[in-house]
């Protein structure tokens, strides 16, 4: 496994991807990540659909949570979200390096409920989530997957940190494209979710469904490289 070293400590920054998906996201997510800013991005093909995408982040985590080398976190990122300046990675760090802190974009399923009957739990997506090893081993190494009645792909870590009295850092998108889903405290994500004060320290272009998903990707990573990251579109 590759892995960055920060201040001593070694984070594996790890990308899955698979052959349900556009080949095309994958090749300029490297771009943007290895290429432009040397990031040493562990790239994991996956089983999908077959295999459920929590079910795969639990497989890493305990094929190497355990080994001698191990990282000292982990930093897991969708093939569809960016990093927009390279030390985005120190902004993570300086979260997460207190080992009780659980980094995360923030996400709500809006179709499980919660312990209190509610829809709205804001929580840790697996689009980019970073977390310490002794954080994960602390919490019971919470199941990601998302079979669980309550919790959505890796819903149940923040549950966990939440029942412990770890401390949660949700990113919030500070501007979205088209944004349609409520985030519960009156935030909203869409389609395109930039992540930071402008110009912004993260994209993530969501919702892989959508026709222009690749399109619209693309476009953000070219801009990325040119320097002319476009927040409006």
């Known amino acids: 496994m590759n892995l960055l070293t920060i201040s001593g400590e070694t984070i594996a ?3 899955l991807y698979g052959d349900n ?4 996201v994958t090749a300029w997510h490297r771009k943007v990540m290895v290429d432009h800013f040397q990031l040493p991005v562990n790239y994991v093909k996956g089983n999908f659909p077959y295999q459920s995408h929590g079910w795969h982040m639990n497989q890493l985590l305990a ?3 355990d080994l001698a080398d191990a990282p000292t976190y982990y ?6 979200a960016i990093f927009l300046r390279k030390d985005a990675m120190n902004l993570i760090y300086s979260l997460v390096r207190n080992k009780i802190t659980l980094f995360g974009q923030a996400w709500e399923s809006r179709h499980k409920k919660g312990p209190n009957g509610f829809y709205e739990h804001p929580y840790c997506s697996q689009a980019m989530i970073c977390f310490s090893r002794l954080m994960y081993n602390n919490l019971g190494r919470p ?7 309550r919790s959505d792909t890796a819903e149940e870590m923040t549950y966990e940190a939440e029942k412990k009295g770890y401390i949660l850092a949700l990113a919030y998108p500070s501007h979205s494209v088209d944004p349609n889903t409520p985030l519960g405290n009156g935030c909203r994500q869409g389609f395109g979710n930039t992540y930071g004060p402008t ?3 993260f994209y993530h272009c969501s919702q892989a469904p959508n ?3 690749v399109e619209v990707f693309v476009e953000k990573c070219k801009e ?3 320097g002319k990251f476009d927040i409006s579109k």
Do not use: Y
Request: no cysteine; hydrophobic share 40%.
């Open 13 to 15: 920054i790890i990308t």
């Open 21 to 24: 998906r556009h080949q095309e």
């Open 63 to 65: 094929q190497t949570v």
């Open 75 to 80: 930093l897991f990122l969708d093939n569809d």
């Open 143 to 149: 199941d990601m997957d998302h079979w669980i009645s």
């Open 199 to 201: 110009p912004g320290w």
């Open 211 to 213: 026709p222009r998903h």
């Open 224 to 226: 990325v490289l040119a």
